[in-house]
């Protein structure tokens, strides 16, 4: 897909003052036109389709298969409207849908869970790690997942649906969130990895150079891990909250799933604390650096500077302007001088050599 230059939406000021519930899109709007799939199956057939209208979807609610409804777009605030009134969700939630900047968490109502956390994926051509807000209503026999744009984190999971073979496909709804949860989670042991590589190669090129760039790219790895670790951290308390407590939605038999996805959790920011050890002992190592190169630098003067102290002395008497000095007259003064400065100078770096400071 082709990048799409759009305007940045902050609506952050409008929202200030309203009352609880008013829909106002904060955030940027990353895509220019809502898009909505459908994927509705049981274990013997599976209906897919891209729809134009929202009501398209109305007639699903009330179909024994599973539905999953997928929006691609939070900037249409009257097709959220329409999905909240026809789905019985709460105004307040649709409010936390199209407000990208909401903490991640887990509610649960009568009718339907809310579950609200972030998407991260890696840009490699501007080298940036960037976030989306994925927002998932859980309901009796359907899903309705909302992004902040398209993309293909979920294609993989579109193939195990279109599979007859597959567990997902004699499952509920609430396998199938958490099969959403699983592969955003598995998405960031990409960006691990990703991160996992960089951080060798910088870790290499501190073995050949301490530049600016080096230092810059070591404090930019920092800014990642912690905007990581920041992001995955409310999600292993969200998936702990579906363990300890009871929700109505979730079957007892896939809360098994649901720890499988916790102690995966638990092992990314684990390796996230290993990957910023890494970086601080990098950093400590870059320090260190320029401090032995500044400390052979100023070594490297102070030496030359005693050196030429005595050489100084001695230039300094014979360029007084004193008319009777007896060697000036000396024929032989000026080599005697010369001869002068390099048993000083020899004198001195033999010293050096036998202090150990050459």
């Known amino acids: 897909m082709e990048p799409v230059k759009m305007e940045t939406v902050n609506n952050v000021s409008k929202k200030a003052g309203t009352s609880p519930g008013t829909m106002v899109h904060i955030g ?70 199209v407000h990208t900047g909401i903490r991640p968490k887990i509610e649960q109502f009568d009718s339907f869970t809310f579950i609200v956390f972030k998407m991260l994926y890696y840009v490699e051509e501007t080298d940036e790690i960037v976030d989306e807000q994925f927002s998932i209503i859980l309901g009796q026999n359907f899903v309705i997942s909302f992004q902040e744009r398209e993309g293909t984190v979920f294609n993989p999971l579109r193939d195990r649906i279109r599979s007859s073979k597959n567990r997902i496909r004699k499952k509920g709804a609430d396998y199938l969130t ?29 073995l050949t150079s301490i530049s600016k760039e080096t230092f810059h790219a070591i404090n930019e790895m920092k800014r990642k891990l912690v905007a990581l670790r920041r992001a995955i951290t409310p999600l292993k308390e969200l998936i702990n909250t579906v363990e300890k407590e009871a929700f109505d939605l979730v079957d007892e038999r896939n809360i098994i799933f649901f720890k499988d996805v916790h102690d995966h959790t638990v092992q990314i920011l684990e390796t996230i604390d290993t990957f910023r050890e890494l970086i601080s002992g990098l950093h400590d190592i870059f320090m260190n650096n320029v401090n032995n190169r500044t400390n052979e630098i100023m070594k490297t003067l102070t030496i030359t500077a005693t050196i030429f102290i005595p050489l100084t002395f001695i230039a300094g008497i014979y360029g007084m302007n004193f008319k009777y000095i007896p060697e000036l007259e000396w024929r032989w003064g000026y080599f005697a001088f010369w001869a002068l400065i390099v048993a000083i100078v020899g004198g001195m770096f033999y010293y050096f050599k036998r202090k150990d400071w050459l």
């Open 28 to 97: 940027e709007r990353k895509i220019e036109k809502t898009r909505i799939r459908i994927m509705d199956y049981d274990g013997g057939q599976i209906r897919e389709k891209e729809v134009q209208e929202i009501e398209e979807c109305f007639p699903f609610k009330a179909e024994p298969t599973i539905t999953w409804i997928n929006i691609d777009g939070l900037h249409d605030i009257e097709l959220i409207e329409k999905i909240g009134r026809h789905f019985d969700v709460h105004h307040l939630i649709l409010e936390d849908i």
């Open 178 to 206: 958490y099969a959403l949860i699983d592969t955003v989670v598995d998405n960031y042991f990409i960006l691990l990895e990703i991160l996992g590589d960089k951080i060798e190669g910088l870790d290499d090129a501190l």
